[in-house]
């Protein structure tokens, strides 16, 4: 019976030495969620390869949930019902009300205290994208700018230059003109009808997004410009909708080489890849507007950002510092997905490489610091900022209307949403 006793001191001790020697938040599951598609495959991987064996020495589980719908309605919802996962994918261009609302929550105690992250491993125009009131609220886990992708087989075979740093818009559609064979059914490029295209025209030309009152105004001359540039391409014949020839977008009709250049960024390298491994593409900077001597861009970005509510922040900021360690985003970006957010990647060997998707995403790289950049966010409205423009645009490129029919109910509409 003694022994017994003894027996049983002994494990009672072993067991409460077990509970001093183990992380408070052993067994703990983490939610992440992001949206679906060709990224299910890509977060699977990372979290495989980088995530689990970073975080299970906590005793922390990743539970990764993918959300097939509508991501940016399921994300508000659920945050609001309460539902939402523990860390989550928040784009740039619908940040702002999340973290006005309150519901990211503020990271800048955690990098504080954290050894593996910090802010100054972070490109300051990619955090400051998600930073509010001065508290920053996710870390961009990669980034992605426009470029000119452009055929050379096209270009060759019509004894035409290949699109080059050194293009205005009047050289560019020279260019264009010069390669295009519409009775062939080729073209010089592809032109969604969309702001995430068109905007960094009008961004070189000298569009700023609000004025002083928080007002857009479509009549700005270097917005009216470009819009004319850009829609007159299409009404010209050498320009083309990617709808028009059965594609969803830009890289798709790229990749049909029906088109000589397309207006995309470092996201379409992995569908080249597999979908047209034999093109032979060369990419280069946005022309530069004559007037303003600049090119446009957007800066593209997601961050992870953690739920203000979940109940195990501090686990999923250790699963967030594991998504955006150095390793994880050099796969990523010699996977040619995106580009890395830590500045110490930006003189990655990678970027030195003579292949075709390497330069590329050089070429993107640089277009975040070429002109007038601005990233690609559109205030307290989200996306419903650009509703009306790239309706204007399609109807104009449709045939629907003239320019200035719709910019003037492109700018009525705005102006019902601003309240002015």
């Given at each position: 019976m003694r022994l017994h006793r003894c027996a049983g001191r002994v494990s009672i001790l072993l067991l409460m030495l077990l509970l001093l020697v183990s992380?408070?938040?052993?067994?703990?599951?983490?939610?992440?969620?992001?949206?679906?598609?060709t990224d299910v495959a890509i977060v699977e991987e990372l979290i495989t390869r980088f995530v689990e064996p970073a975080v299970k020495p906590y005793g922390i589980e990743v539970r990764y949930e993918p959300i097939a719908e509508d991501f940016s309605t399921y994300l508000f919802n659920s945050l609001s019902a309460g539902t939402a996962p523990d860390l989550f994918y928040v784009d740039i261009f619908w940040a702002e009300p999340l973290m006005a609302a309150g519901q990211l929550e503020p990271l800048d105690a955690y990098l504080q205290r954290s050894e593996a992250l910090s802010k100054e491993d972070i490109i300051p125009s990619l955090l400051e994208a998600f930073t509010y009131q001065g508290k920053v609220y996710g870390i961009p886990k990669d980034f992605n700018t426009l470029a000119v992708f452009y055929?050379?087989?096209?270009?060759?075979?019509?004894?035409?230059?290949?699109?080059?740093?050194s293009d205005t818009w009047a050289s560019f559609t020279d260019k264009l003109r010069r390669v295009s064979r519409p009775q062939e059914g080729i073209y010089g490029i592809a032109l969604a009808p969309e702001f995430a295209r068109f905007g960094a025209f009008a961004y070189a030309a000298g569009f700023r997004l609000f004025d002083e009152r928080g007002r857009s105004d479509l009549s700005q001359p270097g917005f009216v410009e470009a819009f004319e540039w850009y829609t007159g391409l299409v009404d010209e014949g050498i320009?083309?909708?990617?709808?028009?020839?059965?594609?969803?977008?830009?890289?798709?009709?790229?990749?049909?080489?029906?088109?000589?250049?397309?207006?995309?960024?470092?996201?379409?390298?992995?569908?080249?890849?597999?979908?047209?491994p034999n093109l032979p593409y060369g990419a280069t900077l946005l022309p530069r507007?004559?007037?303003?001597?600049?090119?446009?861009?957007?800066?593209?970005?997601?961050?992870?950002?953690?739920?203000?509510?979940?109940?195990?922040?501090?686990?999923?900021?250790?699963?967030?510092?594991?998504?955006?360690?150095?390793?994880?985003q050099q796969w990523v970006l010699q996977r040619g997905l995106a580009l890395p957010s830590r500045q110490a990647l930006l003189d990655d060997p990678y970027f030195k490489q003579a292949t075709a998707e390497a330069q590329a995403n050089l070429v993107v790289f640089r277009g975040a610091s070429e002109g007038n950049v601005q990233p690609f966010k559109f205030g307290r409205y989200g996306g419903d900022w650009m509703t009306p423009v790239n309706e204007a645009?399609?109807?104009?490129?449709t045939g629907e209307l003239t320019p200035q029919q719709a910019l003037a109910d492109a700018q009525r509409r705005l102006d019902e949403l601003t309240g002015r």
């Amino acid at each position: 019976m003694r022994l017994h006793r003894c027996a049983g001191r002994v494990s009672i001790l072993l067991l409460m030495l077990l509970l001093l020697v183990s992380p408070a938040w052993a067994g703990t599951v983490v939610r992440v969620s992001g949206w679906a598609g060709t990224d299910v495959a890509i977060v699977e991987e990372l979290i495989t390869r980088f995530v689990e064996p970073a975080v299970k020495p906590y005793g922390i589980e990743v539970r990764y949930e993918p959300i097939a719908e509508d991501f940016s309605t399921y994300l508000f919802n659920s945050l609001s019902a309460g539902t939402a996962p523990d860390l989550f994918y928040v784009d740039i261009f619908w940040a702002e009300p999340l973290m006005a609302a309150g519901q990211l929550e503020p990271l800048d105690a955690y990098l504080q205290r954290s050894e593996a992250l910090s802010k100054e491993d972070i490109i300051p125009s990619l955090l400051e994208a998600f930073t509010y009131q001065g508290k920053v609220y996710g870390i961009p886990k990669d980034f992605n700018t426009l470029a000119v992708f452009y055929n050379k087989d096209i270009f060759d075979e019509a004894g035409v230059p290949y699109p080059d740093e050194s293009d205005t818009w009047a050289s560019f559609t020279d260019k264009l003109r010069r390669v295009s064979r519409p009775q062939e059914g080729i073209y010089g490029i592809a032109l969604a009808p969309e702001f995430a295209r068109f905007g960094a025209f009008a961004y070189a030309a000298g569009f700023r997004l609000f004025d002083e009152r928080g007002r857009s105004d479509l009549s700005q001359p270097g917005f009216v410009e470009a819009f004319e540039w850009y829609t007159g391409l299409v009404d010209e014949g050498i320009g083309i909708l990617p709808a028009d020839i059965g594609q969803s977008w830009g890289g798709g009709a790229f990749a049909t080489e029906r088109v000589a250049t397309a207006i995309e960024g470092a996201w379409i390298l992995g569908f080249l890849r597999d979908q047209a491994p034999n093109l032979p593409y060369g990419a280069t900077l946005l022309p530069r507007h004559a007037g303003t001597g600049q090119r446009g861009n957007f800066i593209y970005t997601v961050s992870w950002s953690i739920n203000a509510a979940s109940r195990v922040k501090e686990e999923a900021f250790r699963v967030l510092e594991a998504l955006t360690s150095p390793e994880a985003q050099q796969w990523v970006l010699q996977r040619g997905l995106a580009l890395p957010s830590r500045q110490a990647l930006l003189d990655d060997p990678y970027f030195k490489q003579a292949t075709a998707e390497a330069q590329a995403n050089l070429v993107v790289f640089r277009g975040a610091s070429e002109g007038n950049v601005q990233p690609f966010k559109f205030g307290r409205y989200g996306g419903d900022w650009m509703t009306p423009v790239n309706e204007a645009l399609s109807a104009v490129m449709t045939g629907e209307l003239t320019p200035q029919q719709a910019l003037a109910d492109a700018q009525r509409r705005l102006d019902e949403l601003t309240g002015r």
